[in-house]
């Protein structure tokens, strides 16, 4: 999994969240690798390197934004199929313009810890 995002507070709340899982209802089951880029630039790189089964992206975001990079993903036909999950404080318009990109699911900062569990559980199919 790869999460796209600037503020290190935020990637610390991130990285938190997907050890509990990995830990606790993945049990070693499922390996759940979590990597970090701190733009889209950084990320696409990553994405180029090695397969990733979800993107997690932050929108606002020096060097390349995250709109920029969903449509990146979009586009490219070994990508495209990448579950992404876009996390903004942006409101509506950032929203809608998220989603008519190929965004998955759209949540708004401040995302709430078991939002973020529960997302995650549901575009990986973990728990059904």
């Known amino acids: 999994m ?7 507070h935020i990637i610390e709340m991130y990285a938190y969240v997907l ?24 990320a696409l790189a990553l994405l180029h ?7 997690m992206t ?7 934004d995250g709109f920029a990079l969903v449509e ?3 586009e490219e036909e070994n990508l495209r199929n990448i579950p992404i999950i876009a996390i903004s404080a942006g409101g509506k318009e950032a929203q809608d313009r998220a989603m008519q990109l190929g965004v998955d699911i759209f949540l708004r900062k401040p995302v709430r810890f078991v939002e973020v569990l529960e997302t995650v559980k549901q575009l990986l199919h973990i728990g059904k």
Do not use: C, T, W
Request: hydrophobic share 40%; no cysteine; glycine share 6%.
């Open 2 to 8: 790869l999460i796209v995002e600037d503020n290190p």
């Open 19 to 42: 050890k509990k899982l990995a830990s606790g209802e993945l049990a070693g089951k499922v390996p759940l690798e979590v990597h970090f880029a701190p733009d889209g630039h950084h």
């Open 49 to 55: 390197e090695q397969r990733f089964s979800l993107v």
């Open 58 to 64: 932050d929108l606002y975001m020096p060097v390349m």
């Open 72 to 74: 990146r993903i979009r």
